[in-house]
């Protein structure tokens, strides 16, 4: 098998090219290439400096992630890059496309590193629950200090080749597209002169003058790497390349990398950036399924739904015509769009002039006939069946024959809405997460007679708009809502039986989610959809509304809220949950968090086993892809199916019999044969 590395000689420069697509990771074949030309390069003595480069769309994108978990096969990627900062004639590294993790690291054991002007670099380590293994936590703080190194190793966040330059990562930004010539040029200006070597620069001790860097660090960030193992050692091994000869800290990092690799918390997340990928993938889908060109999109309702909806495809450069029934609604909603924009830019996520691009591309109006030219029109009006249908069977009638009509609904039947329609293989569910313009899931939902092409195009727009997309069969729910009604159902019902209702949020804050039920239910505010009469009371809400507690923004609803938004349990709702379990019948009783959380967690795995034996979601990672992007399910453990493979089947089964709560045959039968959810 011919080797991904081949050498180019340009007089006294060797070039050194890897050609592995798709992103050049750094696989054994491609690590053994590099091994040996970097020797040819030094035994040929007409070679006075080397260059290593990449075709493709990439500079090294990292190790090659399915190698993990394998038995390693030499040479180690740390002896090829110490082979590499060991010569004594100088090697650039000519960096395109995203230089990420063992591809930065390559770079930082080079002796010289110019980009193109529009790459990246980054070690996104900590997102696979890993740190650097091939010395980037000690070579990277001696060259551009503990400061500068903090936040690209424990957050994983790439940086632009400008902020490379600034901290000192590179040495020069290439031309536009003059990388390869310019890289020549800086490699033979280089020649004769005392290589520089990352590992023996003294930038590093930064953190060691000043150790408040560190302390700085965790107050900033502690929130967010909150149950995380990997910031966390991330930390420890840029400490000690400020407190211990690089040799040594190689050694730390090396053992804090091997014991991270063989945690829970890594596999759940290479288990996530694949299902993540795959979740892209259609089985039954042709491969050259074509793709119908979206060039306009029309959104039906400028509400909040609508509203982020249109947002995702103006900051796309897509152009938006979305339609309101009344003037007032229709300028209340753009008006929100722009203040969310102008928000963003004042955090410095985008510029004045990308917000008015992106409004500039918005064509509000009140006429069905203005969207005769959308190619694709999504409609987020009133969750009403008949509703739905009326405006399908407008749109069927205004739109051109090749639009393709989805709905915003998030778990009415899409086969149904599709019959208002003479055009059911181009009507499916496109189901946003709200706020829409923020949360990443996009739920794509197949109708029985959905085109292939147009599931296609459906799938590859969401990547453009920045969306994770999956695909769900059509159900009450689909795959999300579905899941979250088992566990909103035990929620309720376990209040009612004297767990109090702290504890189901604490439950699931501790398990990792960013928040529990009731809390969710103050923030979205509890009179949503409430009657608005104080005298009708026939469930804990709307006892909670009569009472004004309509959640943080009245400063109480479950919880009293004071002025900073903090929580406290209220006397009041206890009495009230109280009181309703009376009139129920419900006796009282301690119910214990361990209850607590099987009882919220296990019926969303039977219901999850359900959805997969119906065919509803293609694959369990699909499920983890959901639940992780759309609900904020802790993505350390993988998602509901790869954390309840982890701690086994049988042990989900076994909790759901304990607590009388019904198990699938699907589900007993996987755990029967001691299986996972694959
Ligand atoms: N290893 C193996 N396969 C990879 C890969 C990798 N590092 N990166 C991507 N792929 C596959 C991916 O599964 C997909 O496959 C295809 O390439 C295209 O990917 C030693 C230990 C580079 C920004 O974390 O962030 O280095 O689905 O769809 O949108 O210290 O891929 O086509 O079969 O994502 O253009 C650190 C991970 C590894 C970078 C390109 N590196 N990759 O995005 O394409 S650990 C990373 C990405 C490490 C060292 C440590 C992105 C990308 P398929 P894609 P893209």
């Known amino acids: 098998m011919t080797s991904p590395i081949r050498t180019e000689r340009e007089g006294n420069v060797l070039v050194i090219v890897s050609d592995n697509p798709p992103v050049n990771a750094l696989g054994q074949s491609v690590r053994a290439g590099l091994a040996d030309a970097i020797a040819q390069g030094l035994a040929d003595a007409d070679i006075e400096a080397m260059v290593i480069r990449c075709d493709g769309q990439t500079f090294f994108a990292g190790a090659d992630i399915t190698e993990f978990g394998k038995t390693p096969q030499g040479p180690s990627l740390p002896a090829v890059l110490d082979q590499i900062e060991a010569s004594d004639k100088p090697v650039v590294a000519a960096i395109h496309g995203t230089a990420l993790g063992g591809g930065c690291e390559v770079a930082l054991a080079c002796h010289y590193r110019i980009a193109a002007p529009t790459a990246k670099l980054g070690l996104p380590e900590v997102k696979l629950g890993l740190i650097p293994g091939a010395a980037g936590t000690q070579r990277l703080p001696r060259l551009v200090g503990a400061k500068a190194a903090l936040p690209l190793v424990a957050l994983g966040n790439p940086i632009s080749a400008r902020e490379a330059l600034d901290i000192g990562l590179l040495d020069q930004l290439a031309g536009g597209d003059s990388l390869a010539a310019d890289a020549l040029a800086f490699a033979r200006s280089k020649i004769g002169l005392p290589v520089p070597r990352a590992s023996e620069g003294t930038a590093n001790h930064d953190g060691v003058r000043d150790p408040a860097i560190f302390d700085e660090f965790r107050a900033k960030h502690g929130r967010a790497m909150r149950g995380f193992d990997a910031p966390n050692a991330a930390i420890s091994a840029v400490r000690a390349a400020g407190e211990m000869p690089f040799a040594e800290g190689v050694k730390r990092e090396r053992e804090l990398f091997a014991g991270l690799m063989t945690g829970t918390q890594s596999k759940a997340m290479r288990h996530y950036f694949f299902a993540e990928r795959a979740a ?268 004004g507690r309509f959640g943080q923004k009245a400063g109480k609803g479950f919880y009293d809220y004071d002025s900073a938004r903090q929580r406290t349990p209220s006397d009041e709702v206890r009495a009230i949950i109280a009181d309703f379990a009376a009139k129920a019948g419900h006796a009282q009783r301690e119910v214990g968090k361990d209850e607590i959380r099987e009882r919220l967690l296990y019926p969303m795995v039977n219901e999850g086993a359900m959805i997969l034996d119906e065919k509803i979601a293609q694959r369990a990672g699909d499920i983890d892809v959901v639940w992780i992007n759309g609900y904020g399910w802790p993505i350390h453990t993988g998602g509901p199916m790869f954390w309840a493979s982890t701690i086994g089947l049988d042990t989900v089964v076994a909790g759901l019999d304990k607590h009388g709560l019904p198990v699938s045959n699907y589900l007993r039968e996987r755990a029967g044969e001691g299986g996972t959810f694959g």
């Open 280 to 547: 892209q993938k259609i089985a039954d889908l042709p491969a050259n399924a074509q793709l119908l060109p979206i060039a306009k999109v029309g959104v039906i309702g400028a509400g909040t739904m609508g509203g982020g909806i249109a947002m995702n495809f103006l900051s796309a450069g897509i152009p938006v015509t979305i339609l309101e029934m009344q003037q007032e609604a229709l300028d209340r909603g753009t008006a929100v769009m722009r203040r969310n924009y102008e928000a963003s830019a004042k955090r410095g996520r985008m510029s004045d002039a990308q917000v008015d691009t992106a409004m500039s591309l918005l064509t509000p109006t009140l006429e069905y006939g203005d969207l005769a030219n959308c190619d694709l029109v999504i409609e987020a009006v009133y969750e009403n069946m008949e509703v739905k249908k009326q405006v399908f069977a407008r749109l069927d009638e205004v739109t051109k024959p090749s639009a393709i009509l989805a709905s915003n609904t998030s778990y009415l039947n899409i086969d149904e809405i599709a019959t208002a329609t003479q055009r059911p293989g181009q009507v499916l569910g496109l189901h946003f997460f709200s706020p829409a313009n923020v949360m990443k899931l996009l739920e794509v939902v197949r109708g029985a007679q959905t085109r292939s092409d147009v599931l296609a195009t459906a799938m590859k727009l969401a990547r453009k708009i920045g969306k994770v997309a999956a695909v769900s069969g059509v159900c009450p729910g689909f795959i999300g809502n579905r899941m979250l009604s088992k566990r909103q159902g035990q929620a309720n019902k376990l209040i009612m039986e004297g767990a109090s209702y702290w504890d189901v949020d604490d439950v699931l804050l501790e398990f990792g989610f960013p928040m529990g039920p009731f809390q969710m239910g103050d923030l979205a505010g509890l009179d949503i959809g409430w009657h608005r009469d104080p005298t009708k009371v026939t469930t804990v809400r709307e006892a909670l509304c009569a009472a």
